[in-house]
């Protein structure tokens, strides 16, 4: 079992930044693979970014490529979504997930956080 729980959400203007956390516990994060997936009001779940084990290459979503960068601190078993550049069509919910294998899809991530609330205003 695996406990997630994000924070680092709020409000910002356009072309700010936010760091979001993800603290996992119950597992180990350097044995799984982690990602950051979004939902806006309306919308379905949209995957961000992923790090996957045990060779921790990084994927992003083509909408925040060059703008997030997601990382991992093995010592703190906590994810990072470092986030850029920031603008209103960011506005959304952001959860942390964690999969047994690697995917950017939302069905096969398993363990969820609660999620973190992320607003940009113009």
């Known amino acids: 079992q695996v406990q997630l729980v994000e924070s680092g959400g709020g409000q910002v203007q356009a072309g700010g930044s936010l760091r979001l956390s993800c603290a996992a516990s119950g597992q180990t994060v350097t044995q799984l693979n982690m990602g950051w997936f979004r939902q806006a009001p309306g919308m379905e779940r949209e995957f961000v970014a992923a790090?996957?084990?045990?060779?921790?290459?990084?994927y992003y979503g083509d909408s925040v490529k060059g703008r997030f960068t997601i990382s991992r601190d093995n010592a703190k078993n906590t994810v990072f979504l470092q986030m850029n550049s920031l603008k209103p069509e960011d506005t959304a919910a952001y959860y942390c997930?964690?999969?047994?294998?690697?995917?950017?899809?939302?069905?096969?991530?398993?363990?969820w956080g609660r999620g973190t609330q992320v607003t940009v205003s113009s």
């Open positions: 997930a964690a999969a047994p294998h690697f995917s950017t899809s939302a069905d096969s991530f398993v363990y």
């Open positions: 790090v996957m084990w045990p060779d921790s290459f990084l």
